[in-house]
Nanobody, 124 residues
């Protein structure tokens, strides 16, 4: 599965962005999808994930209440709506996919497929 993440950009604190993740394969519908982010000098961290069957979301505490993960199976897309962005949200955001989740999708080890990343920069 080849993933393509897009939608990043430069915004001000308090603004919103919507990231998109897509794959060319229609079987993407059957993959659990996660969003991770990596800030400069820091390790990659979990942000959100959504399951393939029930669409159940889980969020990191740092983004809960501000970010929403969703998927549109008809368009073969997974979105990360990010509202009320903060300076500390600045990072490269990656989408990742997995058929099965051993760690409930909160650990990068769960995912076999990764997109190339999209830069989100929030100015304070």
């Amino acid at each position: 599965v080849q993933l393509q993440a897009s939608g990043g950009g430069l915004v001000q604190a308090g603004d919103s962005l919507r990231l998109s993740c897509t794959a060319s394969e229609r079987t993407f519908t059957y993959y659990n999808v996660g969003w991770f982010r990596q800030a400069p000098g820091k390790e990659r961290e979990f942000a959100a994930r959504i399951t393939w069957n029930l669409g159940t979301p889980i969020y990191a505490d740092s983004v809960k209440g501000r970010f929403t993960i969703s998927r549109d199976t008809a368009k073969n897309m997974v979105y990360l709506q990010m509202n009320n962005l903060k300076f500390e949200d600045t990072a490269v955001y990656f989408c990742a996919a997995a058929r099965t989740l051993r760690y409930d999708g909160l650990d990068s080890k769960d995912y076999s497929y990764w997109g190339q990343g999209t830069q989100v920069t929030v100015s304070s």
